[in-house]
């Protein structure tokens, strides 16, 4: 009564009416549609099914079940024709199809059962048939043989379905399964059943003039309008639902006035998308609808009043929904939770168009696709429109211009993005519509031609501040263009690819502002620095603040290239030209500030404070090489090179970007190296101040070597220590190699003071070697290839051998007069031959000359008259040994001796250091000095006997006589410096007579 606005005395009048009326006739209608799997009751494995129906009381029925136990068939040949129905055969199937309808009255529903029966129709067949199934068919024997003994002409039972009237809905449709009468097989299928309550006769005495639909649909909007208005207060839109007791009232309706589904789901269709215009109804809801009206569309045939309501209906809510497709974004939230309803509007739209009622009634071209592009693009240009009106700048000034602009521009930004990530699914998903490109397109012509006429209004009023407001503009705009990557077909050149050209008045503002702000941020920084290395975190940090400052300073230049990122390429590489050279500017302005910057503090404080602030100086300064290093990858130098490689040659791309860094690094290295050279100075000055003192000392033996250097060492050791502390690595190893060839300088400026003491140059010596300790440190410090240097090499050798004592010169000088013998080639002055050897048992020397070849002649008959003298070498290790002689060999050039001689001396001497043999062939004069013809060394080492095994055989060997080079033996010249020594006074002079006899003097 509430829902139809009722009163109750209404309501009892109409109901005392409806008593006083003819009581109608109940009937059931049954429609069997299909059934599936029945049983294969034929030879062929198939059966002929059909169906046999009838409405049983309860008083008959437990009658004919009394009846029926000694037989399957309960209904078949027991009910009368009159109360049976029966549906067609279908022959050779399982899965038979009638889709036949039955109208059974019923007496008392409430205690009546319908029943259903199927069966295999069987034939009369002649045996020559049924010889030809058996042939054609082997597996039948078994079926033919259960044939032969039922009665002939029976038909076979296939399954039942029983149904109590009273547990049905008025409406029913469903699938039922097929019941056996025994467990042989229990598996007979289903059958498909349509079950319709209905009156075969109605009085419409209340209801003259108005046709059953037309009162459906009255009642029907009724008792939706009142549902959803008592669930007003509930969230969400309406699901369709009703309450309980206005669902069974519209069904029992529709019943009593024989309305078909088709008709009730055409009601609901219409009421549903007339509610949905005016309430918030769940396009689920239509959705559901549409589908059942294509469902019955070839089933039933619609009066022509109904099919122009159907039509009328189905255009007015695509043109409705294309509507609500338009303004999209203002009736429903980008969330999860509310994009779900726009993309089921669209699928009710799609099956609109697809349904075959809006084909067979709206037969002009209807093209949902166009239809929703035409919708969006409207729709975008009045949502544009719409927010352009909005901001509206208040006055005419050009800042406010801009701001208007900017603010436009922020909005239509954040709307493609949600066309892009939001709404772009939705419709791909619903229409196959790629939303995105469609707003996109439309978008970027109507914000391109706004562009345009707002900087057109600014070119001619371009400053500073007007140049700062646009910045925010570019960068939203080139977001924008960015976003046509993700467009997925372009029917015409986009507007703003060219928009870059715009702001090109603003540039340099833009680059400007970048560079004073940084330049001013750097500033501000060396004035706040104190020149402290920041000692944070586990690692110490030796560089200042001011070095941490600069590279977040140099940040937003970089991020201005990236925030840019100007689209032409050849203009590209000039910005970049120019935001390289601000950075070099800005490196070499701090360079210079934070050298005033040392010298303002170190002004007034003591030296070590100094040193350590000049040791910050130089780790802030390679700390900034190693910023500028990491340049070229923070601004993607890379990237630019591929993107001009169509415009600039890579030779002036090299000469341009990269020699512009190369130039500003060696000025930061250039004053890093005279930083450390300040500091190398000081070094300098106390290490030669050490030598000096240590080498100067007139008492030596008051003094150890050790002690003497220690001072020097442990001086070097606490300044290295300190520096090392205080400088970065790079400046530290930069500082360690220049102090390293002072150091080297000084030792040897010093060992050049002619002092000729021994322990003066032993001391040097033992100096030298410590530096080289103390610089490799262990393999921390110099690499020894460094180390190593000529000069190096060529100090250590002068030390070490000023260093020897003067046996130990003579020593040296024979092993080198060996290593010469032995590469000496050639036989200019003619050779000795001579067999070698030692028995270690008697200690015995055993050397036998044999000849000589190719002597020079020395007198004036051609000839000469040569003999060998043989003496051990050198003589403080051989003092007792005698020199031995040969004979003289008148008058030969190739003379032969053949004589032997023995030299008592002991293994160990023989092994000495420079122990040799020394050959000296003379030739002999009566008058005056025997003339001079050369001379051979011989290792005793390499003798026989001496060195391996004492059994070795003697050796045969032929040595090539020398004559020395004079004044080019560096040992002879420290022996002659010795003037106080007898020994090495004595061994000059012998080397000295024979290089005056030498005829290298000659060729020299």
Not at 18 to 31: D, E
Not at 860 to 867: A, C, H, L, R
Request: proline share 4%; with cysteine; net charge negative.
């Amino acid at each position: 009564m509430e829902a139809l606005n009722m009163t109750e005395d209404e309501h009892k009048s109409l109901l005392d009416s409806v008593r006083a009326m003819q009581h109608p006739a109940y009937c059931l209608m049954v429609t069997v549609k299909q059934a599936k799997d029945v049983l294969g009751k034929d030879i062929s494995g198939l059966s002929d099914p059909y169906c046999l129906l009838t409405i049983i009381h309860k008083k008959e029925e437990s009658k004919k079940s009394s009846q029926a136990k000694s037989s399957k068939v309960v209904l078949k040949d027991k009910m009368p024709s009159k109360n049976m129905y029966q549906t067609d055969v279908k022959t050779q199937t399982l899965n038979p199809i009638w889709n036949q309808t039955f109208v059974m009255e019923l007496d008392h529903p409430e205690d009546a059962s319908l029943y259903l029966e199927m069966f295999d129709k069987d034939e009369e067949i002649t045996l020559g048939q049924k010889l030809e199934e058996i042939r054609s068919n082997f597996h039948g024997i078994k079926r033919m043989i259960k044939d032969a003994k039922k009665e002939k002409g029976q038909d076979d039972f296939l399954g039942n379905i029983v149904l109590k009237l009273k547990d049905l809905h008025c409406t029913e449709d469903c699938w039922y399964v097929l019941e056996p009468r025994t467990e042989t097989y229990p598996n007979r299928g289903k059958c498909h059943l349509q079950l319709k309550f209905i009156h075969r006769e109605r009085a419409n005495a209340l209801t003259t003039g108005r046709s059953a639909y037309m009162n459906y649909s009255g009642i029907l909007q009724q008792f939706v309008h009142s549902h959803i208005s008592k669930q007003q207060q509930s969230s969400g839109p309406w699901k369709g639902e009703l309450c309980g007791q206005g669902q069974t009232l519209l069904e029992l309706f529709a019943t009593q006035n024989d309305l078909s589904p088709f008709l009730q789901d055409l009601a609901k269709w219409v009421a549903y998308s007339k509610l949905y215009q005016s309430l918030e109804v769940d396009p689920t809801v239509l959705f559901k609808q549409l589908t059942s009206i294509e469902y019955h569309w070839d089933q039933q045939e619609l009066p022509y009043q109904q099919k122009q309501e159907l039509g009328d209906s189905l255009h007015g809510f695509l043109q409705y929904g294309l509507c609500l497709v338009s303004k999209y974004r203002d009736i429903i939230p980008p969330t999860p939770k509310d994009t779900p309803r726009l993309q089921t509007l669209l699928r009710v739209l799609v099956q609109i168009c697809k349904t075959r009622a809006f084909q067979k009634l709206n037969p002009a071209h209807f093209d949902l696709h166009e239809e929703v592009i035409d919708a969006v693009q409207v729709g975008t240009q009045e949502w544009f429109n719409i927010k352009k009106g909005l901001h509206q700048p208040m006055t005419k000034e050009i800042s406010e211009t801009v701001n208007a602009l900017s603010s436009l521009i922020e909005e239509v930004r954040e709307d493609i993005r949600l066309s892009k990530d939001v709404w772009n699914k939705v419709f791909v998903s619903a229409v196959q519509l790629d939303l995105f490109t469609v707003v996109y397109q439309e978008l970027d012509s109507l914000l391109a031609t706004e562009v345009r006429v707002t900087m057109g209004q600014v070119d001619t009023h371009m400053d500073q501040a007007l140049a700062n407001s646009l910045f925010p503009v570019y960068l939203n705009l080139k977001a924008i263009h960015k976003d046509k990557a993700f467009l997925q077909k372009r029917t015409k050149l986009l507007e703003l690819t060219d928009f870059q050209e715009c702001f090109r008045d603003a540039l340099p503002f833009w680059l400007n502002k970048a560079y004073n702000t940084t330049l001013e941020r750097v500033q501000r920084a060396v004035q706040l620095d104190m020149l402290q290395p920041l000692q944070t975190g586990m690692v110490p940090v030796k560089h200042s603040s001011s070095a941490v400052d600069l590279a977040a300073c140099l940040q937003p230049i970089c991020q201005l290239w990236e925030h840019l990122g100007w689209p032409d390429p050849e203009e590209g590489f000039m910005l970049m030209v120019k935001l390289t050279e601000d950075i070099c500017k800005i490196a070499v302005t701090y360079c210079h500030l934070i050298k005033q910057r040392v010298k303002e503090l170190s002004a007034n404080s003591d030296p070590g404070t100094a040193v350590n602030m000049l040791c910050v100086v130089v780790n802030d300064l390679e700390y900034l090489c190693t910023v500028l290093t990491r340049l070229p990858q923070q601004l993607n130098w890379g990237g630019l090179r591929e993107r001009t490689d169509h415009v600039i040659k890579e030779m002036q791309f090299n000469n341009t970007l990269p020699s512009q860094l190369q130039h500003t690094q060696s000025v930061l290295t250039r004053e890093i190296r005279l930083a450390l050279e300040t500091l190398g100075k000081q070094l300098r000055s106390d290490i030669e101040k050490h030598v000096l003192s240590m080498a100067t000392r007139r008492k030596f033996s008051c003094t150890s070597t050790e002690d003497a250097v220690r001072p020097l060492m442990g001086y070097l050791e606490n300044e290295l220590k300190f520096m090392n502390e205080n400088l970065v690595q790079e400046s530290f190893n930069s500082l360690l190699a220049p102090l390293w060839t002072n150091s080297v300088q000084i030792l040897d400026q010093v060992s050049r003071q002619k002092s000729g003491v021994t322990e003066f140059y032993q001391r040097l010596h033992y100096t030298l070697q410590s530096l080289e300790q103390c610089f490799h440190a262990e393999g921390n410090g110099l690499s020894l290839d460094t180390l190593h240097s000529d000069q190096f090499k060529s100090l250590k050798a002068h030390l070490g051998l000023n260093s020897l004592n003067t046996c130990q010169l003579i020593d040296k000088f024979m092993e080198k007069k060996v290593r010469e013998q032995k590469d000496y080639s050639g036989e200019k002055y003619g050779a000795v031959t001579l067999i070698s050897s030692y028995k270690r048992s008697d200690q015995k020397l055993h050397i036998e000359v044999l000849n000589a070849v190719n002597l020079i002649p020395m007198d004036s008959n051609g000839f000469s008259d040569p003999f060998v003298q043989l003496s051990l070498e050198p003589r403080h290790v051989f003092p007792e040994v005698e020199h031995r002689r040969t004979q003289i060999k008148n008058r030969e050039l190739n003379p032969l001796f053949e004589e032997a001689f023995e030299f008592l001396v002991s293994l160990e001497q023989c092994n000495a250091a420079g122990a040799s043999l020394l050959l000296t062939v003379l030739d002999h004069d009566t008058i005056g000095s025997d003339d001079f013809e050369g001379e051979a060394f011989l290792s005793l080492r390499a003798i026989p006997g001496v060195s391996g095994t004492a059994s070795q055989a003697p050796t045969q060997i032929r040595l090539p006589l020398m004559h020395p080079k004079p004044n080019e033996d560096n040992i002879l010249k420290l022996l002659e410096a010795r003037k106080a020594d007898r020994d090495a006074q004595a061994f000059v002079k012998l080397r000295r007579q024979k290089e005056k006899l030498s005829l290298e003097v000659e060729q020299t």
